[in-house]
């Protein structure tokens, strides 16, 4: 069924919004070899252990899956403690921006107001799209 749906073997990348096993369970499934699940909930918060090994080997190991959370982003720190802190990698970029080593039309894709954030979403997810990025604009 995900082959004839995607014309692949899986997804490159599941998005796991719940905390439920069997949610987790089919996360692992679609995913393909060398595919990455995100989760943004706590896959089994407040539940029983689950009937099947949530690291079972025919999906950690053989298709080689990664699995990473996603939650709060650390503003700022000692380079030992964070290597990508929001913050550094910001002023980063800025310094780049503002050195010309980098020119801001390659980052930037498009302005949108943020009323418009679902068409926002669609067009960044599509496979042709005009940059990485798009400026919200939050006031009229």
């Known amino acids: ?33 060398d595919g990455t699940i995100v989760c943004l909930g706590f896959p089994g918060r407040g539940l029983l252990p689950p009937a099947f090994n949530p690291l079972d080997s025919q999906y950690f190991y053989d298709k080689q899956l990664t699995i990473r959370h996603c939650g709060h982003t650390p503003t700022d720190g000692a380079p030992s403690e964070v290597r990508f802190a929001l913050k ?12 010309g080593r980098l020119n801001a039309e390659t980052v930037l894709g498009s302005e949108s107001r943020f009323e418009d954030l679902a068409a926002v979403y669609e067009q960044l997810s599509g496979v042709f799209r005009p940059g990485y ?3 919200l604009r939050w006031r009229a």
């Open 1 to 33: 069924e995900m082959k004839a749906l995607s014309g692949m073997d899986g997804v490159d990348i599941v998005v796991n919004c719940s905390d439920g096993w069997e949610d987790f369970l089919l996360s692992q499934q679609i995913a393909r070899l």
């Open 88 to 99: 550094r990698n910001l002023r980063y970029l800025f310094g780049l921006l503002c050195d």
């Open 133 to 135: 990025s798009v400026l």
